[in-house]
């Protein structure tokens, strides 16, 4: 798990110096989406918690069969398409640590969307609202690995405080709702916060 939250980290620095993607061939189109995670009953035995940003977001070409990923970044994801194929996100990871502990989960979901030639994309605001947690005695797509009190020194310096352990991880089952809306404005408004000068604010926007 380690080295998820260094790919994760990783990924998120990259994107967030990363500037809008311009067309590189005619046709091209760009999509751009959000996704936000709710827990209004609690996150992993934590309080209630929205998560909008450190996702790791893993996509299909369906038109080609091939994979790819991207991470979002104040809830939003965007990447360039050749304007005719057919894409579906598949699932979403997310890592969280604190001096207590190792918060991780990794769950399917399978939205579907297409590019247009020459056109700017919305995909739509994807929340995934998780109620109702309860504990479970088997492998599921949540999970949380404590850390005991010796715990926040080996975050400061593990080499020094080598008492300090993890016990073993608890898995959590949610009951999960899928809602997909449009807003065209704010995915423009987001585009202008990231890139004033995009060409793609001249484009067509279509869903």
Known sequence: MKNLFLIIALALGLSACATIPQPKNAGDSLLVGSIVLEFPDGFLGQPARTIASNLLLHFRDVSRNTRFVRPAVDGYFYFLGNGSD?????????????????????????????AVPGKLVDVGRIIARYEKPRLSNRVTFAQVIAIEEEGMFEALNPES?????RTEPAYWRYDRTIDRRWDDAAVIAYLQRREPRSPWLQAELTH
């Open 161 to 165: 405080f080598p008492f300090a352990h």
């Open 86 to 114: 057919d894409y579906r996100l598949e699932s979403y990871e997310y890592s969280y640590r604190d001096d207590y502990g190792e918060y991780y989960l990794n769950d399917s979901i399978g939205q579907s969307f297409s």
